[in-house]
């Protein structure tokens, strides 16, 4: 299983870290460095998360990785004149001059897909961001966007519990386009994912993770927390190759 791969221009370990309860606190930015210290590369954040204090913690956490954000959530968000506003909101807060990775968090439904992500295309050309992601789409969508910009990775929910995009993970695997699962540790996956935990003496979470890694080298699944423990045990689940009968039993 390949440990690690390439995102952007940049290659990071395929465990990243979420961050929609990251607070702008001391003990948050000190979480956050810890955890690129720990091994994560990749750290996702959104212009929506709490309130924009998610992005000021990791801007003044410095982070040497990829920072990943997202804008245009709610409708009428997604046109170019509040986008190209949130992109420059999101430069100010993560204390940047260039973003390493931005997704249209949403189709905005009162939007044109192709305004939408033209506009992030401009931000791209005049070195606001580096590259482009989508989130919660279908493969339709993405060649849509793709029209208009390179999309670098698309970020959808999906987890053991929540398969619906397994075409769109196949997409990306072809297409060279990085599979971010967002939520990859909701649910309970069944009752094979405790015994194999119990067999492995570790935590579902890292059975439910190393399924994810195993079902695709593109995917780079993000967990969400605010323990340096869990982001730990996170990352040893890279470590954590399952058997094709275990991965059969998953399934």
């Known amino acids: 299983m390949e440990r690690t791969l390439t995102l952007g221009d940049t290659e990071v370990a395929r465990i990243g870290l979420g961050t929609n309860r990251l607070r702008n606190t001391p003990e948050h930015v000190e979480l956050v460095r810890q955890a690129v210290a720990a091994g994560i590369g990749y750290v996702d954040t959104a212009h929506t998360y709490t309130g924009g204090e998610s992005e000021a913690a990791i801007g003044a956490a ?6 990943g954000t997202k804008g245009g959530f709610a409708p009428g968000t997604g046109s170019p004149e509040r986008l190209r506003a949130q992109v ?9 001059d260039s973003i390493a990775l931005y997704y ?7 939007t044109p897909l192709e305004e939408s992500v033209g506009a992030l295309a401009e931000c791209r050309d005049a070195g606001k961001l580096r590259h482009v992601g989508l989130s919660q789409v279908d ?16 970020q959808n929910h999906y987890n053991l519990d929540e398969r619906r995009y397994d075409d769109v993970i196949d997409h990306c695997e072809r297409d060279g386009i990085v599979f971010v699962p967002y939520f990859p540790l909701r649910g309970d996956g069944g009752g094979a994912v ?27 699944p993000i967990p969400g927390t605010l323990s340096l423990e869990h982001v730990r045990e996170n990352l040893a689940a890279l470590e954590l190759e399952l058997g094709d009968e275990e991965l059969e039993a998953l399934r």
Do not use: N
């Open 104 to 110: 249209l968090h949403r189709v905005d439904p009162e």
């Open 139 to 154: 493969v339709e969508q993405i060649e849509h966007a793709r029209k208009v910009v390179p999309i670098t990775a698309v």
């Open 62 to 67: 410095a982070v040497s990785g990829v920072v």
């Open 194 to 220: 405790a015994e194999i935990a119990e067999r492995y003496g570790v935590a579902r979470t890292l059975v439910k993770l190393a399924w994810l890694l195993a079902r695709s080298p593109a995917v780079l």
């Open 88 to 96: 420059d909101e999101s430069l100010r807060r993560l204390r940047v």
